[in-house]
């Protein structure tokens, strides 16, 4: 089945560093979401991309498409100590039957030192 | 509160002890989804519903049994669970199926 290469799988930064991390698949997706996840709790939606080559931000994140629509990447600047979690990526394809299959990456741990 | 709903959200039980993990949204969505969580695998789709009475499987449904009889809920049904199926389970629901899912915060299942 489609799986999607996340890395890096985890990060150990300094508050206040940008972080970079990024998904790449071997099959198309027509939807790229990336999600944060704390512990204790479920995953939480942070941005949603649509369209090929869209680059959109959530405050201090930047998301972007892809242009071959196998991958993306998500920024998060000048990072803080509630940034710390697990990203996951997801694709999402869209069947005939109007379904939205999910396929997620292994996700990016993030710890971030005061 | 828009929110999803899993009940329990922690478990510890037998094996072969049949168990249902309830699942409960509040913001009329069509489309609703169980995931598996486990270390280093991410989140795998087990059974998704397109809307009332329309369920199909996802990547690893064996062993799981869903039932969508109101919009509303979608419980996760484990006849006779095993050890491998001590895992983080989450529920999910989008507006339509094409759209962003929203996650409950989890039900920890440990199948002894």
């Known amino acids: 089945g489609q799986q999607l290469n996340q890395s890096p799988q985890s990060m150990f930064i300094q508050e206040g560093e940008d972080v970079s991390m990024n998904c790449t698949s071997s099959?198309?997706?027509?939807?790229w979401l990336w999600y944060k996840q704390d512990p204790g709790e479920g995953p939480v939606l942070l941005i949603a991309?649509?369209?090929?080559?869209e680059l959109t931000s959530n405050g201090r994140l930047t998301a972007q498409f892809g242009i071959t629509r196998k991958d993306s990447f998500l920024n998060i600047s000048a990072s803080i100590p509630s940034d710390v979690g697990i990203y996951f990526c997801?694709?999402?394809?869209?069947?005939?039957?109007?379904?939205?299959?999910?396929?997620f990456g292994q996700g990016t741990t993030l710890q971030v030192k005061p | 509160e828009a929110q999803v709903t899993q009940n329990p959200r922690y478990l510890i039980t037998v094996t072969g002890k049949k168990l249902t993990v309830t699942c409960s949204q509040n913001?009329?969505?069509?489309?609703m989804s169980w995931y598996r969580q486990d270390p280093g695998l991410g989140l795998r789709q087990i059974y998704y519903?397109?809307?009332?009475?329309?369920?199909d499987k996802g990547d690893v449904p064996e062993g799981y049994k869903v039932s969508r009889k109101e919009k509303r809920n979608f419980p996760l049904i484990l006849e006779s669970p095993s050890p491998n199926q001590t895992s983080l389970y989450f529920c999910?629901?989008?507006?339509?199926?094409?759209?962003?899912?929203?996650f409950g915060d989890g039900t920890r299942l440990s199948i002894l």
């Open positions: 999910a629901s989008s507006l339509r199926g094409r759209q962003p899912q929203h």
């Open positions: 099959s198309i997706f027509n939807t």
């Open positions: 991309l649509y369209k090929a080559g």
């Open positions: 997801a694709g999402q394809l869209y069947g005939s039957s109007n379904t939205g299959k999910l396929i």
């Open positions: 913001m009329n969505h069509e489309y």
């Open positions: 519903s397109m809307n009332v009475e329309v369920t």
